[in-house]
């Protein structure tokens, strides 16, 4: 297959999956959460202690991006900021009780 026959599928699939994921992400988290913000939520619950600078190589999220996120997510109550007892510098994220509680009540429901 030619680089110029695979693109046109490939380009399709990716806005097919796209679109599946984005419907699921607001399904799942409700829509008060975009995918990505659902996203980082579902990594700081699966790593617990995880530091902004893990989610954002995990993720592929620049610096930016993943502190408007986090402030969010923050000003929400969904999570808290604890500083890292490696690097003076960093945070630790974890979950608030409200944070794992909407988690929770969202696994429930699927």
């Known amino acids: 297959m030619q680089h110029s026959e695979?693109?046109?599928p490939f380009r399709r699939f990716n806005r097919?999956?796209?679109n599946l994921l984005a419907r699921f992400a607001g399904t799942f988290y409700n829509?008060?959460?975009t995918m990505t913000?659902?996203?980082v939520l579902t990594e700081i619950q699966q790593n617990s202690h995880i530091t902004a600078q893990q989610i954002s190589q995990t993720l592929s999220l620049n610096k930016g991006q993943l502190s408007v996120v986090l402030k969010k997510l923050e000003h929400a109550g969904?999570?808290?900021?604890l500083p890292s007892e490696q690097?003076?510098?960093a945070f630790e994220l974890v979950l608030t009780e409200q944070g794992k509680a909407a988690v929770m009540a969202q696994l429930?429901?699927?």
Do not use: P, V, W
Not at 78 to 81: A, V
């Open 16 to 18: 097919f999956y796209a």
């Open 78 to 81: 969904l999570i808290q900021k």
């Open 108 to 110: 429930e429901e699927t």
């Open 37 to 39: 913000e659902a996203n």
């Open 6 to 8: 695979f693109l046109t």
């Open 87 to 89: 690097d003076k510098r």
């Open 31 to 33: 829509e008060a959460l």
